[in-house]
């Protein structure tokens, strides 16, 4: 079977269909474009339609290659973890228009944004916090990847910052209410990090609640969120006394990241 071959009897959408033929057969995906006539060994062949099931079955491109790009970073993807979203670097880039010396990224995953901040500001401390010990150690192995030296714990929110204080709190929250249809699409990834009480907002709450007493005077405080959930959050953000409240659109116009900050 040759590469044309494959590609054409690859029941998924064609760009995936390249991806997969290039992590299966080891070629980079501009050969595979380029070399449409070339043969595949028996054992390409089963890898690639292997893949190829396991993505008719819905599982994530990303998990498939264990790895997704973000904020220019190659990352390890794993069920442990959320496949970061092309929309969550909008939360990178607000934060990197903040002046701090210091950031805490709150339920890291894979350590996306941790990693990516780091990467802008060498010079920042950066601790990275996650509840889920099995994607703790995928958010290590990709701090060692990349060779970025950040500082990890392990606990719930801000469990584990206990008297420490911080420029910049960043989170990319569970903001899912229970019962989402769109839950269905989402099977493969790990409930827990997208799935946040019956309005979806039970952890935004319960971050913000701590947050403004783990802020240094100034520090700013930034959310992504849901769709139709700006308003509320803004409210919860006032409430708790952070000011300059506002939301953030991302590319498709979506309001996407509510912040504040504190006197």
């Known amino acids: 079977m040759t590469i044309e071959q494959a590609l054409r009897t690859a029941a998924v ?135 970025l030296v950040i500082e990890f714990r392990h606990g719930r929110w801000l469990e584990p910052l206990a008297g420490e204080c911080f420029d910049l709190i960043v989170s990319n929250p569970p903001y899912v209410a229970e019962g989402d249809p769109h839950l269905a699409g989402l099977a493969f990834e790990p409930a827990r990090a997208l799935v946040s009480g019956p309005d979806g907002l039970s952890a935004i709450r319960e971050i913000v609640a701590a947050a403004p007493s783990h802020l240094a005077p100034g520090g700013w405080l930034m959310l992504e969120h849901g769709i139709g959930q700006e308003v509320t959050v803004r409210t919860l953000l006032a409430q708790n006394g952070l000011e300059e409240v506002r939301t953030w659109p991302d590319l498709a116009g979506i309001p996407r990241v509510t912040g504040g900050k504190v006197k």
Request: net charge neutral; proline share 4%; charged share 25%.
């Open 13 to 147: 959408d064609a760009r995936e269909a390249r991806l997969l033929l290039a992590a299966a057969s080891g070629f980079s995906e501009a050969s595979v474009v380029a070399y449409p006539e070339r043969s595949l060994t028996e054992e390409t062949e089963a890898r690639f339609r292997g893949y190829v099931d396991r993505r008719g079955k819905g599982e994530p491109v990303a998990y498939i290659l264990g790895r997704k790009e973000f904020y220019g970073l190659e990352f390890a993807v794993n069920p442990a973890v959320l496949i970061p979203r092309p929309e969550t670097e909008l939360l990178v880039e607000l934060s990197l228009e903040r002046e701090f010396s210091s950031v805490a990224d709150l339920g890291t995953g894979c350590g996306a944004i941790a990693l990516a901040i780091k990467r802008q500001r060498p010079q920042a401390r950066v601790v990275a916090v996650e509840s889920s010990a099995a994607a703790l150690v995928v958010a290590q192995r990709n701090a060692v990847k990349h060779g």
